[in-house]
């Protein structure tokens, strides 16, 4: 007796038939019934979640430590009080700040430290990258290490040393004055000389860190085009100004805004050093911001301060890379 084809036994070796379809296209599961596909689960990490995962931590570490803090000081600034009653004033205490004569005497002393000590310390910085690059000084990275010594000392103990240097009758810079007859100098009693203290004390603390900056960027500068101009026979102030200044410009730059930013900013030297004082001398825009915030809980003004300041560096900022930017 024959079997019909469709009952006939698959041949050996012969793939096994699949299961019918039903009338929905889909096909048959176990026991005639249609099979059901599973639905597709969304992972949490794929190629392209990863780098939003990584950086997450940073994102909420900004936002919660930095983006609300300013967002809640602006808000703080536009009102009066303290705690739960706190009221809204608007721009009160901005028209305030306009005029109160302690607030511009702390921004000129600012000032004033900022056009003699920037200028001065970067000069400096300057000469002593020049020096370290010169193949005829010995014993180069020795030179080096200590003129960046300087830069790790914490803020508080350069104070509290010069502090002891700078001291009237005791003081180490007054009895080497004395050894060449000079008399003793009232360094933290007297106005002028209370500034000129500050800014010593800042041009020994951040001369050898942007020394280390010009110093990269010296010998980053291509040999090739010294030698080209000692052909063509420019001497050295030539090939200073003409090669070295030039190449230097984006270092110059940067140091000139972080300086500019830091000593607007100026605050743990004038503070250890004389508090503000003699006769509010070496009071500067941000100790007089701590006074009113921390002294007085005087919060509101104080945060109009700070927009303030910040207002102040973004428009120096500014202006300094429009003037010394590259100019295409």
Do not use: C
Not at 14 to 29: F, I, K, L, V
Not at 50 to 61: S, W
Request: no cysteine; aromatic share 10%; proline share 7%.
């Amino acid at each position: 007796m024959s079997l019909a084809p469709s009952e006939r036994p698959p041949a050996k070796g012969a793939a096994p038939a699949t299961a019918p379809a039903t009338a929905s296209g889909a096909p048959a599961g176990r026991g005639g019934r249609p099979g059901r596909a599973r639905p597709g689960r969304r992972r949490l990490l794929t190629r392209d979640s990863v780098p939003y995962l990584l950086i997450m931590p940073a994102v909420l570490g900004f936002a919660v430590f930095k983006a609300y803090p300013i967002v809640a000081s602006f808000w703080i600034s536009l009102t009066t009080g303290n705690g739960d009653d706190r009221q809204f004033t608007g721009l009160a205490n901005y028209r305030r700040l306009l005029d109160d004569p302690l607030f511009w005497t702390a921004l000129k002393n600012t000032g004033l430290i900022l056009v003699v000590q920037v200028p001065l310390m970067l000069g400096l910085a300057l000469l002593v990258a020049l020096g370290l690059n010169s193949t005829k000084v010995r014993l180069r990275p020795l030179w080096r290490l200590g003129v960046f010594v300087p830069s790790l000392t914490g803020l508080v103990a350069a104070g509290v040393m010069f502090s002891v240097i700078l001291n009237r009758d005791a003081g180490l810079l007054n009895w080497v004055l004395s050894l060449f007859g000079v008399d003793r100098v009232n360094w933290l009693g007297s106005p002028l000389w209370a500034r000129v203290g500050v800014v010593l004390v800042i041009t020994w603390h951040y001369t050898g860190y942007n020394a280390v900056m010009y110093l990269a960027g010296l010998q980053g500068i291509p040999k090739e085009l010294y030698e080209a101009a000692m052909v063509d026979g420019a001497g050295p102030v030539r090939r200073f100004f003409s090669i070295t200044l030039p190449q230097l410009r984006p270092i110059l730059l940067l140091t000139v805004v972080l300086s500019t930013i830091g000593t607007l900013q100026l605050f743990d030297e004038p503070y250890v050093l004389t508090g503000g004082g003699p006769d509010n001398a070496t009071l500067t825009v941000t100790m007089y911001l701590y006074n009113n915030g921390f002294k007085y809980f005087d919060f509101g003004y104080a945060s109009a301060l700070a927009y303030a300041l910040a207002l102040i560096v973004s428009l120096l900022g500014i202006l300094q890379v429009r003037l010394m930017g590259e100019r295409r």
